[in-house]
């Protein structure tokens, strides 16, 4: 059976276009076929000046990350098959972001906001590493192991309609790995973080659209995470006015 | 030469998809509760005025303009609450060494508290109006 | 980065919140029915409900059922404005839906002092 499925891709070339446009291409059907497989066969066999991102086609590489009829996916685990119903399937670069070319989205804005929030464990005084690991017991683990599931696709920040409308806002990748860190016991620089997640851009940007967690890939649950971020600031809010009232501001 | 086409969110951007539209329904239910609240007000107000201010607005609740107020504001309450619980095992998290509660225990259990003080809300002031009235 | 001062407005649109969904639908179908209730004899009810409003913890508990939804309906109303593109600058916002609830509770705890 030589069934073909049309997929409509965006495309954007800086050199001559100056706003997207959208190409169509007939790609044959199977039932085992990604969006990633019918886009890597449109570059092999139809049209080589196609640009997309990709690398492990396992859902763990986190680069493939596109717009599958307006909702954020990955390409390599969104299957054609799941789409015969509604006809053609749109492939458009993630939402959000500045596109660099075709389906290569400029990511940049949110590898910064991820680099603010210093998602590494903090230690007041570091141990040499010849006195070994910093043990921890397996509940320890269970408290942040889904917030440490994130591969870094993006796919939170193009579903954020907060973070679309003000780039600044940290978004919700960055904000639930602060929070992997700050629930993690070997951690101790949960103070340090708390001045991003005290900001407008930090926590507070966010108004529970609950997106994010509906798109992720890997069930991290950023608005879970953020929300409960707003618990601690709102905590370290009342802290910090008991402060002033004593004298002491933490500015 | 790198040229960025940088993409903008456009206004009408919750009208995309059906998630985004839920979530505007959501934030939307401020709008007739807000004017609940001014009616509450506005009962308030007639009441420090004297007994007759005040039965002459409980006769004003009977225009079909309030009632259909009310009728909104039931509906935006009622969706309010829903959506509310389903969000609060997120933000709640119970989970010490000490106590641990599961998710579904929170959202079960605040399910059931705003069923009880709503239904019982609604019991007290059959009951108090009945014995007020004598009957 | 400075400290937002968000953690006010959070912390009263999440009180409003929850009181909203524990007795919001409760509070509405009984003012809906109030006249129907009161038909039988409106005296004694203007009387059932002034002895409401004349104990201390009546006037506090009316004090919250009204002045919380406030402060959280206008939350969501400020930030809806905003998601919906709203071009106004956030200072006259913020004093119009936060300054808003403040006043309008203000005066309701002044009548429920009148009472």
């Given at each position: 059976m030589t069934d073909k499925v049309t997929v409509r891709v965006q495309r954007y070339r800086p050199e001559e276009d100056a706003a997207p446009w959208e190409q169509s291409f007939e790609v044959p059907y199977?039932?085992?076929?990604?969006i990633l497989d019918a886009l890597n066969q449109i570059k092999d066999q139809q049209d080589p000046t196609l640009s997309h991102r990709w690398s492990c086609r396992m859902a763990i590489c986190g680069s493939c990350g596109v717009m599958v009829n307006n909702e954020p996916k990955l390409s390599c685990k969104t299957f054609l098959r799941d789409y015969r119903e509604q006809g053609a399937v749109t492939v458009r670069a993630l939402d959000n972001f500045p596109i660099e070319r075709d389906l290569v989205s400029d990511i940049s804005g949110f590898i910064d906001h991820l680099e603010t929030v210093q998602p590494w464990l903090i230690r007041e005084q570091e141990t040499a590493v010849s006195e070994g690991a910093y043990p921890q017991t397996p509940e320890q683990m269970q408290r942040y192991a889904a917030f440490g599931q994130?591969?870094?696709?993006?796919l939170c920040y193009a579903a954020c309609p907060q973070f679309g409308r003000d780039p600044a806002f940290l978004g919700p990748g960055a904000l639930a790995l602060a929070q992997r860190y700050n629930l993690d016991s070997r951690d101790q620089g949960a103070a340090q973080r708390m001045q991003w997640l005290n900001a407008e851009e930090g926590v507070w940007s966010c108004t529970f659209v609950g997106s994010c967690s509906e798109v992720c890939p890997k069930d991290v649950d950023p608005a879970a995470a953020i929300n409960r971020g707003k618990v601690a600031s709102d905590i370290n809010y009342a802290v910090n006015l008991f402060n002033i009232l004593r004298g002491k501001d933490d500015a | 030469m790198r040229k960025p086409y940088v993409q903008r969110q456009r206004a009408d951007w919750w009208l995309r998809n059906p998630a985004y539209r839920r979530y505007m329904l959501r934030e939307a239910t401020a709008l007739p509760l807000f004017l609940y609240s001014l009616l509450l007000m506005s009962g308030l107000y007639q009441f420090t005025r004297g007994e007759a201010a005040f039965l002459a607005w409980l006769e004003l609740l009977r225009s079909p303009w309030l009632l259909a107020l009310h009728g909104m504001a039931l509906a935006a309450a009622l969706y309010h609450a829903v959506t509310w619980i389903a969000l609060v095992p997120k933000i709640l998290v119970i989970d010490s060494d000490r106590l641990r509660v599961s998710p579904a225990t929170v959202k079960r259990a605040h399910q059931l508290g705003a069923v009880t003080c709503n239904a019982g809300l609604l019991l007290l002031a059959l009951l108090l109006l009945r014995a007020a009235g004598g009957n | 980065m400075r400290r937002s001062h968000e953690p006010i407005a959070w912390s009263l649109f999440g009180a409003g919140g929850m009181l909203l969904a524990f007795i919001g639908p409760g509070l509405v179908l009984t003012t809906a029915l109030l006249p129907w209730l009161a038909a039988g004899d409106p005296h004694a009810t203007h009387a059932a409900i002034g002895a409401l409003l004349a104990h201390p913890l009546g006037k506090v508990l009316v004090l919250a059922s009204i002045a919380l939804p406030l402060f959280h309906t206008l939350h969501r109303i400020y930030h809806g404005l905003h998601d919906l593109h709203l071009?106004?600058?956030r200072l006259p916002m913020q004093l119009l839906c936060y300054g808003g609830a403040t006043l309008l509770s203000a005066i309701t705890a002044w009548w429920l002092l009148l009472v």
């Amino acid at each position: 059976m030589t069934d073909k499925v049309t997929v409509r891709v965006q495309r954007y070339r800086p050199e001559e276009d100056a706003a997207p446009w959208e190409q169509s291409f007939e790609v044959p059907y199977s039932e085992d076929l990604s969006i990633l497989d019918a886009l890597n066969q449109i570059k092999d066999q139809q049209d080589p000046t196609l640009s997309h991102r990709w690398s492990c086609r396992m859902a763990i590489c986190g680069s493939c990350g596109v717009m599958v009829n307006n909702e954020p996916k990955l390409s390599c685990k969104t299957f054609l098959r799941d789409y015969r119903e509604q006809g053609a399937v749109t492939v458009r670069a993630l939402d959000n972001f500045p596109i660099e070319r075709d389906l290569v989205s400029d990511i940049s804005g949110f590898i910064d906001h991820l680099e603010t929030v210093q998602p590494w464990l903090i230690r007041e005084q570091e141990t040499a590493v010849s006195e070994g690991a910093y043990p921890q017991t397996p509940e320890q683990m269970q408290r942040y192991a889904a917030f440490g599931q994130c591969i870094n696709c993006g796919l939170c920040y193009a579903a954020c309609p907060q973070f679309g409308r003000d780039p600044a806002f940290l978004g919700p990748g960055a904000l639930a790995l602060a929070q992997r860190y700050n629930l993690d016991s070997r951690d101790q620089g949960a103070a340090q973080r708390m001045q991003w997640l005290n900001a407008e851009e930090g926590v507070w940007s966010c108004t529970f659209v609950g997106s994010c967690s509906e798109v992720c890939p890997k069930d991290v649950d950023p608005a879970a995470a953020i929300n409960r971020g707003k618990v601690a600031s709102d905590i370290n809010y009342a802290v910090n006015l008991f402060n002033i009232l004593r004298g002491k501001d933490d500015a | 030469m790198r040229k960025p086409y940088v993409q903008r969110q456009r206004a009408d951007w919750w009208l995309r998809n059906p998630a985004y539209r839920r979530y505007m329904l959501r934030e939307a239910t401020a709008l007739p509760l807000f004017l609940y609240s001014l009616l509450l007000m506005s009962g308030l107000y007639q009441f420090t005025r004297g007994e007759a201010a005040f039965l002459a607005w409980l006769e004003l609740l009977r225009s079909p303009w309030l009632l259909a107020l009310h009728g909104m504001a039931l509906a935006a309450a009622l969706y309010h609450a829903v959506t509310w619980i389903a969000l609060v095992p997120k933000i709640l998290v119970i989970d010490s060494d000490r106590l641990r509660v599961s998710p579904a225990t929170v959202k079960r259990a605040h399910q059931l508290g705003a069923v009880t003080c709503n239904a019982g809300l609604l019991l007290l002031a059959l009951l108090l109006l009945r014995a007020a009235g004598g009957n | 980065m400075r400290r937002s001062h968000e953690p006010i407005a959070w912390s009263l649109f999440g009180a409003g919140g929850m009181l909203l969904a524990f007795i919001g639908p409760g509070l509405v179908l009984t003012t809906a029915l109030l006249p129907w209730l009161a038909a039988g004899d409106p005296h004694a009810t203007h009387a059932a409900i002034g002895a409401l409003l004349a104990h201390p913890l009546g006037k506090v508990l009316v004090l919250a059922s009204i002045a919380l939804p406030l402060f959280h309906t206008l939350h969501r109303i400020y930030h809806g404005l905003h998601d919906l593109h709203l071009r106004a600058p956030r200072l006259p916002m913020q004093l119009l839906c936060y300054g808003g609830a403040t006043l309008l509770s203000a005066i309701t705890a002044w009548w429920l002092l009148l009472v």
